[in-house]
């Protein structure tokens, strides 16, 4: 490569934003179910980061929730930090606050048809209980 082709390489490299690594696309989850001190909830949305159920983004109203399941902790963000692109969401994780809200009572099962996560918010005394479906594994029957 010639000596100016390196150069507009390297200033094209320059030029993206480092913090692009950090952006998670979140894409809604259809058929979830959600309660709320065993109750159903009116107005939510739950989105997954790609194929993966952890982390997770909640929204309640106008409240947003990142649930990192492995890591047992929920975030609050604030809703400006989300940007919209058609029905998908995207957020940058470095812009994660620095204390998880207070938990407890975690607890993550495979129900048969769906994944059932369920965490307390400690501070509020609330019971979140999230079931994603699943898709049934048909490779055994053709």
Do not use: C
Not at 44 to 50: D, S, T, V, Y
Not at 87 to 96: A, G, I, Y
Not at 116 to 122: F, S
């Amino acid at each position: 490569m010639k000596r100016g082709g390196f150069v507009a390489v390297l200033l094209l490299a320059l030029s993206v934003p480092a913090f692009s690594a950090d952006k998670i696309v979140w894409k809604p989850i259809p058929d979830a179910i959600l309660q709320i001190d065993e109750r159903p909830v009116k107005i939510w949305n739950l989105f997954q980061a790609g194929k993966k159920i952890d982390p997770l983004l909640l929204q309640l109203g106008a409240r947003s929730l990142v649930i990192y399941v492995r890591n047992q902790q929920v975030y609050e963000i604030k809703p400006e930090q989300l940007e919209h692109k058609g029905e998908d969401l995207v957020w940058r994780e470095s812009d994660k606050p620095a204390k998880p809200l207070a938990t407890s009572d975690w607890s993550t099962r495979d129900i048969g048809s769906a994944t059932r996560i369920r965490v307390r918010l400690t501070g509020e005394g609330r019971l979140i209980e999230i079931q994603i479906p699943q898709l049934p594994d048909l490779r055994g029957l053709y």
